[in-house]
């Protein structure tokens, strides 16, 4: 048995969380091999609207176990939030869910410096979430970090002697700041912590490789978010691709699987950087408001724009993509003609490979292709897509040469039809 990454094509917010509760039934074993809290996976049914950040996807299946793994950064505080709102809806989460020791803490210390070093930056800000990641992944590299295995012994020494490192490094900074109230409730949600189950997740999943249980393994944000790949340095701190499922969960390459892509019918991007395909008129306003286009994490309004298929062949190669999932064609389904990015343009020169330094003097090359002006939002089949709407996916299969196995046309997991 080999494990199976489902993961992002795009800057994020292209519908993780959905498609990975309409796929988890078929799953014993869910994992989240990067990221933390600026994750937002969005999931709705039964007209119940639900984001979650630190927390699989699967948390809903009862039978489906959960692993936070090793990749992921966690913030207690938010982990404890996340919990007790799944409590309320009578979900005991304890019963489903593991987490890896071997995962990272997020310490209010790490948001303050998030917050410090992005109010340092002005007009060249990152457009962190200020969820302390980029401090978090830091220190795990800088080798001092504290990993959820620390619970289980001298966490208070720990703490204290990281903390301490981070006021010297708060001190360069003319930034104000008081976490003094938020270690008293960070503290309160370890103790909540240590009631889930504490596991060495790369022995757990491999074990259950071992025994052809099927593993799907999720991905946070996407692609062209990668530390190494996306558009740096406008990027999140960890391995986005299909390659962070290595390190993130402690499982080989020769045991990954098919690789879900998942991509909207257009384009969006949350926080600063280049976007070649942007929408700064009437257009791109249109697409937000029909697309509900804000963050799930920060509520930050989306930028939009077309899709972009230099981007998404980079995507596809980068990760082995096996599976492409489209999500949100619905949000096109009031245009006459909607347009896709096939080439950049930089002084009048055409290329069709991602550069290495994207910049707002790259544009994008656009093929005009019809719109299908059909509602598809109580659509269910694939034979009542409406001929543009199969024109568009044929379109699609034979620039990016992989096969749209799924197709998104509304939030519920009603709406996702297989194809």
Request: charged share 25%; net charge neutral.
């Amino acid at each position: 048995m080999k494990v199976d990454v489902i993961l992002g094509l795009q800057w994020g917010d292209e519908g993780k969380g959905k498609i990975v509760d309409v796929l988890s039934p078929a799953y014993d074993i869910i994992a989240r091999f990067q990221g933390g809290p600026n994750a937002g996976h969005t999931l709705e049914f039964n007209n119940i609207k639900h984001v979650l950040h630190n927390i699989p996807s699967g948390i809903f299946r009862k039978n489906t176990l959960n692993v936070v793994g090793n990749g992921v950064v966690l913030d207690p505080v938010i982990f404890v939030k996340e919990i007790q709102k799944l409590e309320e809806m009578g979900i005991d989460p304890t019963k489903n869910l593991v987490i890896s020791r071997k995962a990272h803490l997020i310490l209010p210390s790490h948001r303050t410096l998030d917050a410090a070093s992005e109010h340092s930056k002005g007009k060249t800000k990152i457009g962190s979430t200020l969820k302390g990641i980029g401090p978090t992944y830091m220190d795990k590299t800088g080798r001092n970090g504290i990993r959820v295995g620390d619970i289980e012994s001298n966490l208070d020494a720990k703490y204290k002697a990281l903390v301490e490192k981070h006021k010297k490094l708060l001190s360069l900074y003319d930034f104000k700041y008081n976490f003094e109230e938020e270690e008293k409730a960070w503290f309160e949600a370890i103790e909540k912590i240590k009631t889930f189950p504490f596991v060495d997740a790369e022995h757990l999943i491999n074990k259950a490789l071992k025994d052809n249980k099927p593993v799907l393994a999720e991905g946070a944000q996407g692609t062209m978010l990668d530390i190494d790949f996306g558009s740096y340095p406008y990027v999140t701190s960890s391995n986005t691709i299909c390659a962070g499922t290595c390190t993130g969960l402690g499982v080989a390459p020769s045991k990954i699987g098919e690789v879900l892509g998942i991509f909207k019918a257009y384009c969006t991007r949350v926080g600063s950087g280049p976007f070649p395909t942007e929408l700064l008129d009437d257009t791109g306003e249109f697409i937000r408001k029909e697309g509900n286009e804000f963050g799930a994490t920060t509520g930050r309004p989306r930028r939009c724009g077309w899709i972009d298929i230099v981007a998404l062949k980079y995507a596809i190669m980068l990760n082995g993509v096996t599976q492409l999932v489209m999500t949100k064609a619905d949000v096109l389904d009031k245009f006459d003609k909607i347009y896709a990015a096939t080439a950049y343009k930089r002084n009048n020169e055409i290329f069709y490979e991602f550069p290495y330094h994207l910049d707002d003097n790259i544009e994008a090359v656009y093929t005009e292709i019809k719109g299908w002006k059909t509602d598809l939002t109580k659509i269910r089949t694939k034979e009542e897509f409406p001929e543009n709407l199969s024109a568009y996916i044929k379109f699609l299969e034979k620039e990016l040469e992989v096969p749209v196995k799924f197709v998104s046309v509304g939030p519920d997991r009603e709406q996702i039809i297989r194809l």
